[in-house]
C-alpha cells in the first residue's frame, strides 16, 4: 500500500538460529563478549547488545531510506552479527597463547588505578606522547619516558606496579587535574548517577535543579548546511596559500606530494 516503506528486522539470533529466543546477555556470551570481560556471574552490566543492535538497525533504515530500493525492501539486523563486529576488534588484542584469565594489564599506563582516598581513576596514556608525559607527572624514572608501545606492552605488569605505587601518594581527583593540565587522557570513574552531575561534556544529559535527569538524542545539529564532498585535489591551493606555502605549490604538486 505504501511503497515508499522499508520494513526493518531486528532480530537475537541470525542465519540457522534466527527462530530461536535469545536475550542480550545469551548473544554476549555466544559472540564472546562475555570472555573479554570480568569473572562474575553477570560480567556487563550495561546491554550492549541490546543498545549497539538498536544503533545499528536504526543505521540501516537511514542508509536504506537514502539509498536506491525497491517497493517493500527490508533491512535484517541482529544482535549476534553487531556483537561479533564488536568482539573482532578485541579479541584482536590478544592470541590464543596470550590468554589472560585474570585480566592483567596490555599496557603500561593504560587501565584504571586507585588515588590515596580510595577512588578509582583511569589514565589512557596508550599514544608515546601521553606515556611521556605520565612519566613526568607521576614521578617514574625519567628513561622509562622513551619506552615505545611494544616495550610498554611487555613491561605491562611492571609498569603499572610502578605508577599505582606513585598515585597512592595523592587523592584521585588530584591526579585527574594534573594529567588534565598535561593533556594526558583520563577521568575519574563515575557511577551513572554521578557522570551527568559531574562531568556534561557531551551536552547530551542535562539535570535540573531538583535533580531530575533528562537524556535527548546523541546527536547535535551543526546549525549550517554542509556542501557536497570535494573533489581530488579541489582544495589544494586555498589549503596551500592558507599554510602560507604557496611558493611551493608547483615544486610539492611535482614531487606528487599533493594532488
Known sequence: MN????YCHVLGWGGQMRDLPAHDLDVMAA??????GPESAYPLALPAGDLATGNMAALAIVAGLAGDRQAGTVVEVSMAGVLESWVSVGSGLRSTEEELPDRQPRFGGYGIFR??????????????????????????????????????????????EQIESA???????????????????????????????????SGVVTVAPDGAISVGFPAISLGRRLGPVAGLGEHTEAIVRWLGRQDDLAGLRSGAVIA
Request: charged fraction near 20%; proline fraction near 7%.
Open 167 to 201: 598515585v597512592r601518594e595523592q587523592p584521585a581527583q588530584e591526579w585527574v587535574s594534573r594529567m588534565q593540565a598535561a593533556s594526558i587522557p583520563c577521568a575519574l570513574v563515575a557511577s551513572p548517577r554521578e557522570a551527568p552531575l559531574s562531568r556534561n561534556a
Open 3 to 6: 511503497p515508499a516503506a522499508l
Open 115 to 160: 588515588g590515596s582516598d580510595g577512588r578509582r581513576f583511569s589514565i589512557g596514556a596508550f599514544e608515546d606522547r601521553y606515556w611521556a608525559s605520565l612519566v613526568n607527572v607521576v614521578g617514574l624514572d625519567a628513561p622509562l619516558a622513551g619506552l615505545s608501545l611494544t616495550a610498554r606492552r611487555a613491561r605491562a605488569s611492571e609498569l603499572n
Open 31 to 36: 559472540s564472546g563478549a562475555v570472555d573479554l
